[in-house]
């Protein structure tokens, strides 16, 4: 791990970074020095010989107390400003920092010409930079089990939007990593990525002025849907399910500019952000900073072992992957092609796409990393405030706006008041929702051209579950079915007919039902109301397809792990619509465990008639 930062000093010569002041009068809010304490004056006597001096130092960012050792002397100091040393010995000095607040990192910067009120002089300036750590487990999906081998860097991008690495860490096989000393001031935004050479790269952007400066996140990155291997020194025309790569002889490198020697693996997943925006890395943002709406993209990333390789000069390979199913039908004909650059954290354009055949997007791909084809909209602020369970405001929490009508989400953290600014397409309908280690109900927000204040804050819980139901454009509609204890020796059943219901004071929630294709359909439990068992079902309501064709796919967040299911089979012969996906046992102490289902069973489950 290591911090980079640019012309700072723990210790200077003060000859050759200060003037050598005389007495200048006026107070300082320094502590009394750990030296001789004397006071003598600078001069010595009217009209003599300088004895002592004086010399300035300018404090930025200071919040705490900082030790400054100088001529035999220590120095507390507790302020920001100009800050005077008295008393110090004549002829050249060495000023060295000793300890410093904790999660700050504090430094000499190089010597600036500024005006003091203590006078008009060259000083040196000791700049004081909050510290960030991070840490938690990267997870093998939907399990608590570590992914070894991960590593997870954190990027800072200064105001000319230069990346600097800041910190990385190599998770072991306890799944921990630890990023600490991260330097937050200095940078107009953050990024965390995971990169792993068996799963998709994830990236996403973090606060970078965060209310705590340790945080505590698990993640997850998702598993890549097809791989193959072959010769990179001859021409490949290959199919990894939907995704189509040509790719001419020798065009691939190391990351030493060497032709690969042996088979080289080729990974690839077609993203589809209509059923899960998340799938996507970054947070839908371009180069400069303009929101994107996705119409189909897929990740195609070429490994030697475990070093990801690189393209030669002027190659590149012709990618095919699907249309989103939402766009389908809308999409345009020929749109911008992106690539996501996981230094800058930005999707970057890179030519045009066109659609090839009825159903594919085409492009040129000289990268090996996740390529889209968007087009970028117009944007308002939803404004508003996240509170916990007792009121109290909720800081560095995720929000989250998603499409309801397009394909594309933005993101902000809460501020230490536990207020946010989140950015939504204009005159449009999106959800809106909080996403951390806690969770909110999600809500339809409509936006127009000017910004939405909302009046009630988004509530949120560390033990809050939701059930997340998507799926493609037929059947049209598909329905959420939850059955819990109603603490009276009964079940509650949660669907379209019955949205909520409370037991224990716990207000179990539907809160959003779609009826016209692709979802989503979400189910909000703040926290267990009781033990028992929690039984989730999906039902074919009005379409002519399938549940398993469409395709439905349902994300279940829970205890800060996500659980992704899909309907598997094909309903056959029994004409049945409903699909039981997952019970949770949640024992006395209200802890949930999820027992996965995934199978066909009697309509009478789908239709309330299950207790």
């Known amino acids: 791990m290591f911090i980079s930062k640019l012309g700072m000093l723990r210790s200077v010569a003060f000859g050759g970074f200060f003037a050598l002041l005389a007495a200048c009068g006026g107070s300082s809010d320094i502590g009394t020095s ?49 800050v005077p040393l008295r008393n110090l010995p004549l002829g050249e000095l060495t000023g060295a920092i000793g300890s410093f607040p904790d999660q700050q990192q504090c430094l000499f910067t190089e010597t600036q010409t500024l005006t003091s009120p203590l006078d008009s002089e060259t000083v040196a300036v000791i700049e004081c930079d909050d510290l960030l750590t991070l840490t938690g487990k990267i997870l093998q999906p939907g399990t608590e089990t570590p992914l070894p081998g991960a590593v997870v860097t954190v990027r800072g991008y200064t105001a000319s939007a230069e990346p600097v690495t800041l910190v990385s860490d190599t998770v072991g096989d306890d799944g921990i990593y630890l990023l600490d000393d991260i330097l937050l001031i200095g940078f107009s935004r953050m990024t965390l990525t995971i990169e792993h050479p068996d799963y998709e790269l994830f990236s996403l952007p973090i606060s970078d002025s965060p209310s ?31 995704v189509e790569i040509d790719l001419p002889s020798n065009s691939l490198r190391t990351k030493s500019g060497e032709i690969p020697t042996g088979m080289v693996t080729v990974r690839t997943s ?28 897929a990740s195609v990333r070429f490994f030697l072992g475990d070093e990801e390789l690189v393209f030669a000069e002027n190659a590149a390979a012709t990618i095919r992957f699907p249309i989103a199913v939402r766009a389908q039908g809308s999409a345009p004909a020929s749109e911008q092609a992106y690539y996501f650059d996981r230094e800058s954290g930005y999707w970057v354009a890179a030519g045009m796409a066109a659609i090839s055949g009825t159903a594919d997007y085409e492009l040129t791909a000289d990268r090996s990393t996740v390529w889209g084809v ?15 369970m007792n009121g109290n405001p909720v800081k560095d929490t995720l929000i989250i706006t998603q499409g309801q009508s397009y394909i594309g989400r933005l993101l902000d953290y809460t501020d230490k008041y536990g207020t946010y600014s989140v950015r939504a397409r204009t005159n449009s309908t999106v959800f809106l929702y909080a996403r951390s280690d806690v969770a909110s109900q999600t809500f339809s927000v409509t936006t127009e051209t000017a910004d939405v204040i909302r009046s009630s804050c988004l509530v949120v819980d560390p033990n809050t579950t939701t059930i997340t ?16 204890p109603n603490g009276s020796g009964g079940n509650f059943h949660i669907y379209y007919a019955a949205k909520q219901t409370t037991v224990n004071n716990t207000t179990v929630y539907l809160d959003v039902d779609d009826v016209t294709s692709y979802g989503p359909e979400v189910i909000t439990i703040p926290r267990f109301p009781s033990a028992g068992t929690y039984r989730f079902y999906t039902h074919l309501f009005s379409g002519s397809s399938n549940m398993f064709a469409s395709p439905t796919r349902i994300a279940l967040f829970t205890g800060r792990v996500e659980y992704v299911y899909f309907v598997t089979e094909a309903p056959g012969t029994t004409g049945t619509r409903c699909w039981h996906v997952f019970d949770i046992e949640v024992d006395d102490a209200l802890t949930p465990t999820v027992v996965e289902q995934s199978k066909y069973v009697s309509d009478t489950f789908c239709s309330g008639n299950a207790n």
């Open 34 to 82: 750990s030296g001789d304490g004397s006071s003598t004056s600078s001069s010595g006597a009217p009209g003599g010989t300088p004895t002592s001096q004086q010399v300035v130092v300018l404090m930025r960012g200071l919040r705490g107390e900082l030790q400054l050792s100088a001529g035999g002397q220590t120095f507390s100091i507790n302020t920001n400003g100009y």
């Open 212 to 242: 705590e400066l340790y945080q505590d996140k698990n993640y997850t990155p998702t598993e890549p849907a097809n791989s193959a291997t072959f010769s990179p020194t001859e021409d490949q025309a290959l199919t990894l399910g939907t």
């Open 270 to 297: 077609p993203l589809d952000a209509s059923f899960a925006p998340e799938l996507l890395p970054g947070a839908y943002l371009n180069s400069e900073d303009e929101a994107l709406e996705s119409f189909g993209a």
């Open 374 to 388: 968007f087009s970028s909209y117009p944007t308002v602020n939803i404004k508003g405030c996240v509170r916990d």
């Open 469 to 484: 139901l998507t799926w493609g454009e037929n059947p049209a509609d598909i329905d959420s079915h939850l059955y819990g």
